[in-house]
DNA sequence: GTTTCATGTAACTTTAAATAGTACGTGAAA
DNA sequence: TTTCACGTACTATTTAAAGTTACATGAAAC
């Protein structure tokens, strides 16, 4: 299968958005992502649902950020396009006959889910406010300011 | 992409080549497996290089375990099959010149790097001989013997 | 020695899941 | 009433694993 790389995607045109202030049309968006502005629409569905973005239809319309950006996590975000698979890996037969495959399924699982478990715990813990300030981090550092940091 | 079920399959049938003492051919590991003999070889592969398997030609030969049980981790298998990607997410853009796409990717990568540390020091701490006697406890919960224990 | 069995491997096909794209409907602003 | 932008159903493409075919190699049986 492809790699997923929703989660990355749509953390990324969040920021955008917030930086921009005013509403951002999905083929903005799609353009930052590199990608199609139905997949974008399709994504940031689910944030809309959650409560965390806004989208306005007709000329002007567009996305907008609808929370304070220190009030959603990584997790949350995680959890609004719909708790995709976080591991690649998975048992070759769900429910097994036989016993053997049974205890590997179960040390296995084990693993996965202790990992699953860590991974959300530091979702949880990343703020949406605390990645924008990374990001200017990174833009200080440069000598930059946002205006002038074009898309690349 | 489908769905890597390659470290499960392996442990399955490591366990049963264990069990049964005398050489399996990959025919007979394959119909465990619900496979193909070809796909049973190329992941053995992999386990033969490691020295933790051995493959015998012609006629009584097959895959037999070439070293204890107690001496083999998940951890091991998992490396000698080429250790293959365990999260099912990853970045968009693996080298964004992007800035916010940068702090965003840090973020993931960070928590990815914990819950695969963990995932593998988890593995590490399983043996096939634990693997091996949980399979027997659970026989001993049925009231079965290996040998009645037919494969389904 | 030649037949049979079994691994070793390359090349190709199929499949599952995410992503990309097309088409068209709906509602708001110009 | 035209244009813009979202909403969404439907289809196509892409990617990596899994499955399959074909054939070479080497060992044991006869």
Redesign the pocket.
């Known amino acids: 299968?492809?790699?997923?790389?929703?989660?990355?995607?749509v953390l990324h045109v969040l920021l955008h958005m917030a930086e921009q202030g005013t509403?951002?049309?999905?083929?903005?968006?799609?353009r930052a992502?590199?990608?199609?502005?139905?997949?974008?629409?399709?994504?940031?569905?689910g944030l809309?649902e959650a409560g965390f973005v806004h989208?306005?239809?007709?000329?002007?319309?567009?996305?907008t950020i609808a929370r304070d950006l220190a009030a959603i996590t990584m997790r949350d975000v995680y959890d609004a396009i719909g708790r995709?698979?976080l591991m690649?890996?998975?048992n070759?037969t769900e429910a097994p006959g036989c016993l053997v495959e049974q205890a590997v399924n179960a040390a296995l699982d084990d693993g996965f889910r202790d990992a699953e478990a860590l991974l959300l715990v530091r979702f949880g813990e990343v703020t949406l406010a605390a990645l924008a300030a990374d990001f200017h981090a990174r833009l200080a550092a440069r000598n930059l300011t946002a205006q002038e940091h074009i898309h690349g």
């Open positions: 299968m492809k790699r997923d790389s929703r989660l990355s995607g509403p951002m049309t999905s083929e903005q968006l799609a992502m590199q990608t199609n502005a139905v997949v974008v629409r399709r994504i940031l569905g809309r989208s306005e239809k007709g000329h002007g319309g567009g996305w995709p698979r690649a890996m998975g070759r």
